[in-house]
């Protein structure tokens, strides 16, 4: 079928005003990028930099002599990797015993878990829950709290629930029982779900914030994203005050030193997704069609 003048001219402006989108997009993210690797001589003559002739890496130098960041990076990290690893494990858990239509006492647990979507406890609650608990500037304080959510539980249910029950049935005939079941047929079949739950679980941990700052006053235990905060407020209190002797002549700029931050809070996540692509694209349709 021939496109008319009039197609052309709509094909043409509408890549025009797309590519201008996509640009304004990722103009930030490169500017941010470059900014960060900028040399702080050349930072402070220039204006404004699209790219800079002199690339340095004194920025990220310095913020990993502080023992402030350091921490923090450490703290994201243990929080992402555990904090990931205990909510598949319940989560997974959670759903696939629901899923099974012999589990006793399963519509009053499918009940409780759907009045946890509708109805949150609240700020207060929730507050003196960890409090009681004992976990007030506890690093588990932004593990246990956030562990699984009734959302996720329903949307594995549904993975689980479209397996199958002849798979499970041979499986009983050959000899195994409920956990050879689940570790040999279930758990492999749910790969592609897993990873999909598993990233969204990985970027929550990574990106905790606001449980922080309410959960934990030691500035030790802080993560990742409370001391950018600081940073991007005041980066002479967040920073300075903490940082080790760095051989430099120059002041570091705090702008520069930002963009490192930003740069270094962003990279772990942008980095693990191209390779859980296939997966993730796959597990996210996962239980949200039934055949």
């Known amino acids: 079928m021939r496109k008319s003048l009039s197609d052309h001219i709509f094909e043409i402006f509408n890549n025009g005003i797309l590519l201008i989108i996509s640009l304004a997009a990722l103009f930030p993210i490169y500017y941010t990028f470059i900014l960060s690797f900028t040399d702080p001589v050349e930072y402070?003559?220039?204006?404004?930099?699209?790219?800079?002739?002199?690339?340095?890496?004194d920025a990220y130098k310095y913020l990993m002599s502080t023992s402030t960041f350091v921490n923090a990076i450490g703290n994201s990290t243990f929080l992402t990797v555990v904090g990931t690893f205990l909510s598949l494990v319940v989560s997974t858990g959670l759903a696939y015993a629901i899923s099974r239509k012999r589990?006793?006492?399963?519509?009053?647990?499918?009940?409780?878990?759907?009045?946890?979507?509708?109805?949150?406890?609240?700020?207060?609650?929730?507050?003196?829950?960890?409090?009681?608990?004992?976990?007030?500037?506890?690093?588990?304080?932004?593990?246990?709290?956030?562990?699984t959510g009734g959302w996720f539980v329903l949307l594995m249910k549904g993975f689980f629930d479209s397996i199958p029950d002849?798979?499970?049935?041979?499986?009983?005939i050959d000899g195994a029982n409920e956990i050879?079941?689940?570790?040999?047929?279930?758990?492999?079949l749910s790969i592609p779900s897993l990873v999909a739950f598993g990233l969204f679980f990985a970027v929550g941990y990574w990106n905790t914030y606001f449980n922080a700052i309410m959960y934990v006053n030691d500035q030790?235990?802080?993560?990742?994203?409370?001391?950018?905060?600081?940073?991007?407020?005041?980066?002479?209190?967040?920073?300075?005050?903490?940082?080790?002797?760095?051989?430099?002549?120059q002041k570091m700029p705090s702008e520069t030193?930002?963009?490192?931050?930003?740069?270094i809070a962003t990279l772990p996540i942008m980095l693990v997704y191209p390779f859980l692509q296939k997966h993730f694209a796959k597990g996210a349709m996962i239980g949200s069609v039934k055949e």
């Open 220 to 249: 030790s235990k802080w993560p990742l994203q409370v001391i950018l905060q600081n940073m991007l407020v005041d980066p002479s209190s967040a920073i300075n005050s903490a940082v080790s002797d760095f051989r430099t002549n």
């Open 44 to 57: 402070y003559q220039k204006d404004f930099l699209l790219f800079p002739t002199n690339w340095t890496l």
């Open 103 to 147: 589990l006793r006492f399963r519509r009053i647990l499918m009940f409780g878990i759907l009045f946890t979507i509708l109805f949150q406890p609240g700020l207060i609650p929730s507050y003196l829950i960890v409090r009681n608990l004992g976990m007030i500037d506890s690093i588990w304080s932004l593990i246990i709290p956030s562990l």
């Open 257 to 263: 030193l930002k963009m490192a931050a930003v740069v």
């Open 180 to 188: 050879g079941i689940f570790f040999r047929i279930i758990l492999p």
């Open 166 to 172: 002849a798979l499970e049935e041979a499986a009983r």
